[in-house]
Structures are given as structure tokens and as C-alpha cells.
């Protein structure tokens, strides 16, 4: 690891601060970042894919572990909170349970005690090459993406290249299917970005980067909205080793039904499959108005996964995903 200064702010302003880069700082692996629970930051860090100068510690700044409303006024979560505290939120289990689901899903008790949502959200990416120190892939600025090629049976089938990652967020597809957006504070001032409009693809933007965080932008709420999908929401996922791992692939399913049980309203959101949270549109607008019956089922799970394009050894997220959509969606059948 880098050696590095440390330094522990009390307010979110001078978190900002700190988090200016100096004037020496050409790479944006080498910029300040902040810390949260440091389950991610620091394995980069050791593993010198981040050689930040400074590290800006955010657990010092107050009131940023807070979880306050509920499912009529819409959630409040403050980036601090740990995936602990916000599956075990008894007004989340009850009003967004899709949202405690995500949030049990991530790893082992020991990173969800410390894991926090902030950090959750901006974890970078888990593939091989990618966390492999001496692979230079084009994330790294390198000029190829070595899973294009290689071994890619864990990366993207949908809006891959030039990079074929994927997001490894559980909480990031749940919380774009409840419409969430984010709280940021910078050096310009505070903003509010759609969770939906934070993540990028590797065609857009920096391909160094997953998201549209300033480095020195510190998120400080996450914030979900009162709706009628909120209370049918699901979060489904399978790994490969029951015990923890990211998704091979996920599904983010919520739901507002009519009185005669027809489908008002859907959204569908699917993890581990794309380098962002990725949203099926087609598969959301033909569910309205039908029954959860089989052939539906059937069929939202056929659109959710058309236009999928597989890489060599990745062809098997397709019949999974579509299982996994299926039995999201069969949850709310009764
Ligand atoms: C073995 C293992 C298994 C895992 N399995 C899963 C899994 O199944 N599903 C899953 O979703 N995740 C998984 N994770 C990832 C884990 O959930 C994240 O590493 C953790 O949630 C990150 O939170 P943190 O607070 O520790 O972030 P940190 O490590 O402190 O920070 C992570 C990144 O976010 C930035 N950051 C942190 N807080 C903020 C903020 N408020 N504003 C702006 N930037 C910020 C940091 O600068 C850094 O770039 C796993 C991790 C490990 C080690």
C-alpha cells in the first residue's frame, strides 16, 4: 500500500476540502477519497488500484447514520448507515421490504456491520482483471479490456464495451427500481442526482470511472420516495457460494397492483449483468394491465432478457436471469 495521510473532519465542509486534490495529482486513482467502513477502499488501496494521497475518514461527521421516515413520507438514509442497520430497519423490512432483501443479501454479518450504503454504492468493480494488480485494463488506462476475450463468465451481457464490467452493487438495482436519488456535496455546493442518472456505462463518461461523483463530492443521504410500488418490492439474487459472493445475477421486482389484482405498475431492474443497474423498460410495460399467470410470467422474463448479448462464457445469464425474474415476479401472484 501507499503510504498516505489521514485525515478525520468533523463536518462535511471540511470533508470537501480535504478531498482536493493537490496540484500533483495527475492520476484519478491518486486523488483523496473518502473512507467509510473501508471494506472496499482499502482492499483497492493494498492491492495499489487507488493510491489516494489522502484519505478523507467520514465516520467523525455527525448525523450521517440516521434512517428516518417511512413508506407514506418516503425514506431517509444517511450514507453512514451500514447494510446492518438497514436490513434489520424494521419500517424498511416493513414498507420497502425489497430494500432490506438487497441489503441481507450483501456478503457475510461481518461486512454488513461495517459496509455502509454510501459505500455500497461506490464500490468499484470486482472483475478479475480489473482487481488484478498487474493487469492493466482499460479501467486502469490501459488500452484493452482483457475480459472481452478472457475469462468473462462473471461480466456483463448487456451494455458492454469498451469495458465488459459489471456493477457489483445489491443495493444499487433495488434502490433504482424505488426510484431513489442521491444527496452529494461538493466543492460547487450540494446537489441532488437520480440514482438512475449516477451510475454510467463505459461507453459514456470516464471509462476510469462507474459513476458521476466529482472526486471531491461526498454523498450524504440517500433518499427514497413514498410509492405504490414501494410495499411489492423484491430483491432476488443467486451466487455462486451460498455463504457470500456478488450476484452472477439479480433482480430488483416492485410492484403496485389494481383492486382485481391486474398490474398497475411494474419496474424491473436486473443486477450483476451490465456495468450499471439495468433497467427492462419493455418488459415493465408489457406487464401492465396483465395477471401474474404463468404465460405472463413467462413472457416478462422472454423481453427482460431480449437484446442480451452474451459474451463466450457468460450465455448461461440468460436462462438464469430469466428464472430469477420469474420467481421475483411469482412472489406477488397470491
Ligand atoms: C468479501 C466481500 C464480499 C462482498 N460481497 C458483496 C455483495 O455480495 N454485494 C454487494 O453489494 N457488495 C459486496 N461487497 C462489497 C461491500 O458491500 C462494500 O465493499 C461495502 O458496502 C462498501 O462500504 P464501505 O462503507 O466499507 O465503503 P468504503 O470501502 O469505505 O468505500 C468504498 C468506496 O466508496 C467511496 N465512498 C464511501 N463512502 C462514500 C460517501 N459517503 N460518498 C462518496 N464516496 C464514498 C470510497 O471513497 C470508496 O471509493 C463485498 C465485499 C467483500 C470484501
Redesign the pocket.
Known amino acids: 500500500m501507499k503510504a498516505f495521510e489521514w485525515a478525520s473532519p468533523t463536518t462535511i465542509n471540511d470533508a470537501v476540502k480535504l478531498l482536493q486534490a493537490s496540484a500533483a495529482t495527475h492520476d484519478p486513482d491518486d486523488a483523496p477519497?473518502?473512507?467509510?467502513?473501508?471494506?472496499?477502499?482499502?482492499?483497492?488501496m493494498k492491492d495499489y488500484l487507488?493510491r489516494p494521497e489522502r484519505v478523507v475518514n467520514?465516520k467523525n461527521i455527525r448525523g450521517?447514520d440516521r434512517i428516518e421516515g417511512d413508506g407514506k413520507r418516503g425514506l431517509k438514509i444517511g450514507?453512514?448507515v451500514t447494510?446492518t442497520q438497514l436490513a434489520e430497519h424494521a419500517t424498511v423490512r416493513s414498507d420497502f421490504p425489497g430494500l432490506a432483501e438487497a441489503a441481507l443479501?450483501?456478503?457475510?454479518p461481518q461486512?454488513?456491520n461495517?459496509?455502509?450504503v454510501?459505500?455500497?454504492?461506490?464500490?468499484?468493480p470486482r472483475c478479475w482483471y480489473f482487481r488484478l494488480e498487474d493487469a492493466v485494463c482499460l479501467k486502469k488506462g490501459g488500452s484493452q479490456c482483457f475480459a472481452a476475450t478472457g475469462e468473462n463468465k462473471y461480466n456483463a451481457i448487456f451494455g458492454g464495451g469498451p469495458s465488459y464490467i459489471v456493477h457489483?452493487?445489491?443495493?444499487a438495482p433495488m434502490l433504482v427500481a424505488l426510484g431513489a436519488s442521491l444527496a452529494v456535496t461538493g466543492a460547487d455546493g450540494a446537489r441532488t442526482i437520480a440514482l438512475d442518472k449516477f451510475f454510467t456505462l463505459p461507453s459514456e463518461g470516464s471509462i476510469r470511472r462507474e459513476n458521476v461523483?466529482h472526486n471531491d463530492?461526498?454523498?450524504?443521504e440517500i433518499r427514497v420516495p413514498a410509492s405504490p410500488v414501494a410495499a411489492r418490492s423484491s430483491y432476488l439474487k443467486f451466487?455462486e457460494r451460498e455463504s457470500?459472493?456478488?450476484?452472477m445475477s439479480a433482480v430488483a421486482a416492485a410492484l403496485e397492483l389494481n383492486a382485481d389484482k391486474t398490474i398497475k405498475q411494474a419496474r424491473i431492474v436486473l443486477g450483476g449483468v451490465a456495468p450499471i443497474p439495468w433497467r427492462v423498460p419493455q418488459a415493465e410495460s408489457f406487464l401492465v394491465g396483465k395477471r401474474l399467470d404463468a404465460s405472463t410470467l413467462n413472457e416478462a422474463a422472454h423481453l427482460a432478457l431480449d437484446g442480451a448479448k452474451p459474451l463466450a462464457k457468460n450465455a448461461y445469464k440468460i436462462p438464469l436471469t430469466q428464472a430469477l425474474v420469474r420467481r421475483a415476479l411469482a412472489k406477488f401472484q397470491a
Open positions: 477519497r473518502p473512507i467509510a467502513g473501508g471494506q472496499d477502499l482499502l482492499t483497492t487507488t467520514l450521517l450514507a453512514l447494510l443479501s450483501v456478503a457475510t461486512i454488513r461495517l459496509g455502509t454510501g459505500g455500497n454504492l461506490c464500490q468499484r457489483p452493487s445489491d443495493l461523483l463530492e461526498i454523498i450524504t451466487k457470500l459472493d456478488f450476484a
